[in-house]
């Protein structure tokens, strides 16, 4: 059975930073991509970011880039999300998920396309 678990999230100040964790079991991160998804009270959930399978150079919502970094820890089975410059518009409970080995084109961004998701972790970024 696949079960992920983020952790890291929190409270921080306008332009603070956050680290959150996602844990894989049951399938491992070298051999399928992971996802980061976020969706804040009454908005639907939105793409983040995407690390595939080789480990190659993530990709990113606009919105995001330049400030969140996707990692991964192959032995542990863990990706992260740096996430700097924090703003209050990132508030919002974050997801990671997993699906496909392969996603064509930029499937890897919409959440239905993901089987298997983690319970979420809430951070609140206040101004």
């Known amino acids: ?37 976020r969706q804040a009270p009454g908005k639907e959930r939105e793409f983040v970011g995407y690390i595939s399978w080789t480990g190659g150079t993530p990709n990113y919502a606009d919105s995001v880039k330049g400030r969140f970094t996707i990692s991964r820890d192959n032995a542990k089975d863990t990706v992260y999300l740096q996430m700097n410059s924090l703003q209050p518009e990132d508030t919002a409970v974050y997801y990671c998920a997993t699906g496909p080995r392969v996603y064509y084109g930029t499937l890897y961004s919409i959440p239905s396309r993901y089987d298997y998701w983690g319970q979420g972790t809430q951070v609140t970024v206040s101004s």
């Open 1 to 37: 059975q696949v079960q992920l678990a983020e952790s890291g999230g929190g409270s921080v100040q306008d332009g603070g930073s956050l680290r959150l964790s996602c844990t894989t079991s049951g399938r491992t991160v070298s051999t399928y991509g992971t996802g980061w998804f």
